[in-house]
């Protein structure tokens, strides 16, 4: 009322009394705002006499407040269930991973069990000794080293070498007096029949510069990091016979077939003595 007076009046002053009167307007528009705003904060503060009105306050806000802000709530539970499900997919992950090794772990333990017992059977009719690799063959590339003791220790051709864990590094190639020579797995002309995790069959040999299990059928697969042993097919090397681990499985050249990349258990540089077991085959 005070307002729409003072406009009226306004309209019958001059020019210098308008501008004065325009300020006056605005002041009083900033400190009615101000009452009002005022009168907002008393009334949820509960200043009235009556002792509920705090909460006929608190009430009447509350009630258009909260109906603004379901939609935003329901959203922030959205994100917040989202959260939490992708913790618990995390933990399921994890505990798959775990469990995934854990049957991997015992897979390879059982096998190794099986050969060990074989091996122990194997060796209770047949000789066994250790030997000093005394060096490789000249010009060899690693595909042959000398060992020392020959016929004079009761070296046969065709035995053997391993080094612990039933780990085939080759076999006596020649054999002499005193020393013998060996041919390695590092020989590109040494195939080996052999079996991943023995179940998927193939020829090992030392190929281009890497060990490889070729002539696998297309339609195989194993799991990286199976062991590759010796199968026994080919009537040279007996079974179960370590020779590395699966690396990755990839296409061969003839599409009906695939090619294992393996990785080897040793390195020549490494290897300072041997055993020599009498091959059962022999």
């Known amino acids: 009322m005070c307002l729409w007076i003072l406009i009226w009046k306004s ?19 900033v400190v009615t ?3 009002f705003v005022l009168a907002g904060f008393l009334s949820l503060a509960g200043t009235a006499r009556n002792g509920g009105s705090v909460y006929v306050g608190l009430a009447a806000v509350q009630g258009p407040f909260s109906w603004l802000m379901r939609p935003f709530t329901r959203i922030g539970d959205f994100f917040r269930q989202l959260r939490t499900l992708k913790t618990e997919n995390e933990i399921v ?7 995934a090794e854990q049957i991997a772990r015992s897979q390879d333990a059982a096998e190794n069990a099986q050969f060990l017992r074989a091996g122990q059977t194997m060796r209770g009719t047949i000789i066994a000794r250790s030997a000093s690799v005394l060096g490789f063959s000249f010009g060899s590339g690693g595909a042959q ?8 220790q009761n070296i046969q051709k065709g035995d053997l070498v391993l080094i612990p864990d039933d780990i085939l590094v080759g076999r006596v190639q020649i054999v002499r007096e005193t020393t013998s020579v060996v041919q390695t797995v590092f020989d590109s002309d040494l195939k080996i029949a052999a079996s991943i995790a023995g179940q998927v069959n193939g020829l090992f040999s030392f190929d281009q510069g890497a060990f490889a299990l070729s002539y696998i059928p297309a339609a195989a697969s194993a799991r990286e990091g199976a062991l590759v042993r010796t199968s026994g097919q080919d009537g040279i090397f007996p079974k179960g016979l370590l020779l590395g681990t699966l690396r990755s499985m990839q296409a061969a050249s003839d599409a009906a077939t695939q090619k294992a990349l393996v ?9 300072k003595s041997v055993v020599i077991v009498r091959n059962p085959l022999n």
């Open 93 to 99: 992950r994890e505990q798959n991973r775990l469990l």
């Open 11 to 29: 309209r019958h002053v001059n020019n210098t009394s308008l501008l004065n009167m325009r300020i006056s307007l605005r002041t009083m528009i």
């Open 263 to 271: 990785d080897p258990l040793f390195s020549l540089s490494e290897v």
């Open 33 to 35: 705002a101000s009452v």
């Open 145 to 152: 080293f000398v060992i020392e003791g020959g016929s004079n």
